[in-house]
């Protein structure tokens, strides 16, 4: 391989490789090659700023050659990737006594004044390391400003300010190459995901002042709004300024097009402006990306120095990458390649519907977009044992720390008392895409007794149903009504794309109609996992529930559970017709019937007035039913075995509105599916009564009608056991949630006690309930999937626990050879992007 120079000349020739000398050096090649008006510029390679950082200095005396004698110089980084920083760029080396008076002549003595003022002051504070309090006062001077400048330089150092430009530029390079290794600047690349060895590039360009006669100044130009990421005109240009610094926010720039109120710099110097706006276009279609471009106007003409990705919203990031592809400049599938799939979620807000009713009992900062219903819960704990129930939750905290985080995750919006848009909940919640509002301060938090008290001193407690409006900053009593998340044309576009690119489907996990309707909306290929429990909480069917639980014979159950067979076919005829013919999986029930009985002392006296039994019957049957270890105990499939009256009635109110959706839409085929298996032998009785169902209906109605009937492998013993399980069954879908508790033996209801400190120390890398266990619990997937396939090649194979949202999960899935993965509603579109990703 040839040595790469230390210094290179940029030339549309030059061999210039972000790799080896930055991106900055790179764009500025291209811009070159574009035959833009750049102006002269050295690049610096990775390795000649590590000799530099290591005190040895490149031939400073052959990069000054390249330059003409009197220009000015500055100085800028060039990391491989722009967002990993870098030391502040240093503008008008070259600039001493002599200069400044030779300068005085051409351009005017306060604009060399001003250019001079400008080095010494930011070399001595990147350069020579003094305390930029000293030269606070000295901001617009002119000459005297200067004189007092220099004077405080040599105060401060005890030596005159360098004049020779070759020190100079020796010394900026010598400071930012030793800047990029230090710890803070290192730490906070790596943060942005540079590797610890990622290296620096410098470019050394020559200054156009910007300052003097004629026309001049420094400015900014995009064509795309960065928030939207719409076609428009966009940036700043301020007469006799240098550089981006200048352009701040708060100074009087002028405006870029002809405007009504004022002057702009179309009016001042149109041919310059007609020029940048072209040069955008261009830069647009040949670097293939939405670019701003940083110039400036030296009495009248047009020098481009910097051209840099636009700043954008995640809006604005996917109508950015879908019009490009759109206008032919990039193929649509690297348009889903630019997308972080992780930001796509910040776009899919449901809010409060305009028309709701809005019954306002607090408000505060809207620090994170998007509303949300749910339940009162007031430590992280509680957030996941609520969430672990499949209860959406609500998390309020006077403020949050990193404790909390793990209840964040576990809510679906949380609100605090204190903070504000930077605060640690407004942060967190923003990153999560969870709807926050932060520093509500007009309630009272009261989380010792689990209570929130409204300005006007109404009390909501721990249970209780509210509203977080995180888009208004408004907390809302009770459920209004919610207008779906809005999905413009080019989010469209781009998951269409994804969708072609894409080889493993997508379900969504869906156990109401809302959620059905979301997984359509979103365009999931189906319901992977619908948790028929969820339909018993209603209050009206749980009386019924508990009727059956107290019932002491089978005859006695089955006539109670049909009582509930009504509800639960009107349940599953909804979720067929809003699927229309996609696949629909039900899983029959899972829980322990103990969830369903009262705790407490009112609860159990309440039940035995509806049942109109003795309370001491009551207590008894709940503590009969009390297990220690109530997640291995009777629920799932053992129920199915032990008490199969609710299956029965499960699977006649399955085929029953299987039959009913048939007839007036397409064709349904459902999926019934039993949860937590660990031996052949259960399948094997669960399937026989359910095949006997099917038959009486079948008979009954006089029509015929197919269903398939799965697994839920959600135990390792299944695992190990699934070829003796497939031959059973149509399909195996792996809970990873059951399947990593059980795994690790670790509750998915406490975990989250320690979990933080287990993460701190490197116990676990990442909360495994969150990201996929690849080394253990994956180990038992791809066992499951092996065994499973060998004697059932045609079993269809998914996983429906948490991870099946999780983009760093799906890459796993997807090599594991899964045939889908389903994921919560709101993750489909993430996923559905994520998996094209790893497909391309
Ligand atoms: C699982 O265990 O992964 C699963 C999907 O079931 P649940 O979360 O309802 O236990
Ligand atoms: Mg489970």
Request: with cysteine; charged share 25%; glycine share 8%.
């Amino acid at each position: 391989m040839s040595e790469i120079p230390l210094s290179t000349l940029i030339t549309a020739t030059a061999p210039i490789e972000a790799a080896n000398h930055g991106g900055r050096a790179k764009c500025l090649q291209r811009l070159v090659r574009l035959d833009l008006p750049v102006p002269r510029t050295v690049a610096l390679s990775f390795a000649a700023v590590q000799q530099v950082a290591a005190g040895e200095l490149p031939d400073i005396r052959a990069i000054l050659a390249e330059f003409s004698e009197d220009a000015l110089l500055c100085v800028r980084p060039s990391s491989e990737v722009p967002d990993w920083g870098g030391p502040s760029a240093i503008l008008n080396i070259g600039m001493n006594d002599a200069r400044y008076l030779s300068l005085s002549e051409v351009l005017g003595q306060a604009a060399a004044a001003s250019l001079y003022l400008r080095f010494v002051q930011s070399y001595a504070v990147h350069v020579a390391r003094l305390d930029p309090d000293v030269f606070d006062d000295v901001e617009d001077g002119g000459p005297d400003a200067l004189r007092e400048i220099l004077q405080a330089y040599e105060a401060e150092t005890d030596e005159v300010f360098p004049q020779d430009p070759g020190e100079q530029l020796a010394a900026v390079l010598r400071s930012m190459a030793r800047a990029w290794e230090g710890t803070s600047a290192r730490l906070l690349r790596q943060a942005k995901g540079a590797p610890a060895d990622a290296g620096l590039g410098l470019v050394v360009q020559e200054m156009i002042p910007g300052l003097g006669q004629g026309e001049c100044g420094s400015g900014v130009l995009q064509l795309v709004d960065s928030d939207s990421g719409l076609p428009q005109l966009t940036g700043r240009y301020l007469s006799q300024s240098q550089g981006r610094e200048a352009l701040g926010a708060g100074t009087e720039a002028l405006f870029l097009e002809k405007d009504a109120r004022g002057p702009s710099l179309e009016e001042l110097a149109p041919e310059a402006f007609a020029r940048i706006k072209a040069d955008a276009a261009l830069m647009r279609v040949r670097l293939r990306e939405e670019m701003q471009v940083e110039f400036v106007i030296q009495n009248g003409a047009l020098h481009i120095l910097d051209g840099v990705r636009v700043l954008r919203s995640s809006r604005a990031a996917v109508r950015i990458a879908v019009a490009l592809a759109q206008d032919g400049i990039i193929p649509p599938h690297e348009a889903v390649m630019r997308v972080d799939a992780h930001v796509l979620s910040e776009l899919l807000h449901r809010q409060v519907a305009p028309s709701a009713a809005r019954d306002v009992i607090g408000a505060g900062i809207a620090a994170s977009p998007g509303a949300a219903t749910g339940q009162l819960v007031f430590t992280a704990a509680d957030a996941q044992s609520s969430a672990a129930r499949g209860e959406p939750c609500v998390l309020v905290r006077r403020e949050t720390s990193p404790d909390d985080v793990r209840g964040m995750h576990a809510a679906v919006a949380v609100l605090t008392g204190r903070g504000g848009m930077t605060s640690h909940a407004a942060v967190i919640g923003r990153g999560l895409g969870l709807p926050s509002i932060v520093g509500a301060s007009n309630m009272t938090f009261d989380s010792r007794k689990k209570r929130l008290i409204s300005a006007s001193g109404q009390v909501f407690h721990a249970g209780d149903i509210v509203t977080i409006d995180g888009s208004r900053g408004e907390v809302l009593a009770g459920e209004p009504e919610m207008l779906e998340a809005a999905e413009d044309d080019a989010f469209q576009a781009l998951l269409a794309w994804a969708d072609e690119a894409r080889d493993i489907d997508i379900r969504a996990n869906a156990d109401t109609p809302a959620d059905a309707q979301t997984a359509r909306n979103f365009n999931a290929q189906g319901i992977g996992l619908c948790r028929t429990e969820h339909m018993f909480f209603d209050p009206g069917r749980l009386t019924v529930m508990r009727e059956m639980i107290f019932a002491e014979t089978s005859s006695g159950r089955a006539a109670v559970l049909a009582r509930l067979l009504p509800m639960q076919r009107e349940d599953f005829l909804e979720l067929f017709r809003i699927m229309e013919g996609l696949p629909v999986c039900i899983r029959l029930f899972d829980p322990p019937l103990h969830e369903f009985l009262p705790t407490s002392k009112t609860g159990q006296r309440e039940l035995s007035e509806a049942l109109d039994i003795p309370v001491s019957d009551v207590t008894r049957r709940v503590e009969e039913m009390a297990e220690y270890n109530p997640m291995l105990g009777l629920r799932g499939v053992r129920l199915g075995v032990t008490v199969p009256e609710i299956y029965d009635m499960q699977a006649r109110a399955i085929f029953e509105a299987t039959l009913l959706a048939s007839k007036d839409g397409a064709p349904v085929v459902p999926e019934v599916m039993i949860p937590l298996v660990s031996a052949k032998r259960e399948v094997e009785l669960v399937k026989a009564r359910i095949d006997a169902v099917a038959a009486a209906v079948a008979a009954e109605q006089g029509e015929s009608f197919d269903y398939r009937l799965g697994v839920m492998v959600e135990t390792p013993r299944a695992a190990l056991r699934a070829d003796e399980i497939a031959p059973h069954t149509s399909f195996l879908s792996f809970g990873t949630n059951d399947l990593t508790q059980m795994t690790y033996g670790l509750s998915r209801d406490d975990a989250g006690r320690f979990m933080s400190n287990y993460v701190q120390q490197g116990v676990f890398p990442e909360d495994p309930f969150h990201v996929l266990d690849v080394d253990g619990v994956g180990e038992l997937l791809k066992l499951g999937v092996q065994r499973g396939r060998s004697t059932n090649p045609e079993v269809t194979l998914s996983i429906c626990g948490e991870h099946g949202g999780n983009p760093e999960s799906i890459a796993f899935c997807r090599e594991a050879g899964f045939d889908y993965v389903s994921c919560s509603p709101f993750r489909v579109p993430v996923v559905r992007l994520a998996a094209a990703q790893l497909a391309i």
